[in-house]
């Protein structure tokens, strides 16, 4: 593991394009990849309902807790360990 300080509380930005912004759900943190499996569209741009977030592009869904498409949960992006460390989000990039 190799958890890595992405942002504070006090920031939106990951500052990483890999990822997206962190997911908060319920007081729950989560992080998967950006990328849509489709054709790369930005998964963090998309609008975050409960534990789905919605691509953009062209509306493929993704549950942020596992990084599973939500009519195929046979693909998935890949979803990413987070931690709250005081004012901090950490997440494990592997
Ligand atoms: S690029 Fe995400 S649904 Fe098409």
Redesign the pocket.
């Known amino acids: 593991m190799k958890f890595r300080r992405v942002r504070s509380a006090n920031s939106k930005s990951t500052a990483r394009p890999w990822l997206s912004p962190i997911s908060n759900v319920d007081g729950t943190f989560y992080a998967i990849h950006n990328t849509?499996l489709?054709?790369?569209?930005p998964l963090g741009e998309g609008e975050l309902k409960g534990k789905v977030v919605t691509?953009p592009?062209?509306?493929?869904q993704y549950d942020v807790s596992t990084g599973k498409v939500a009519l195929n949960p046979a693909v998935a992006v890949a979803c990413f360990p987070v931690e709250v460390r005081g004012e901090d989000i950490w997440v494990d990039c592997g």
């Open positions: 849509c489709h054709r790369g569209g691509c592009w062209h509306g493929w």
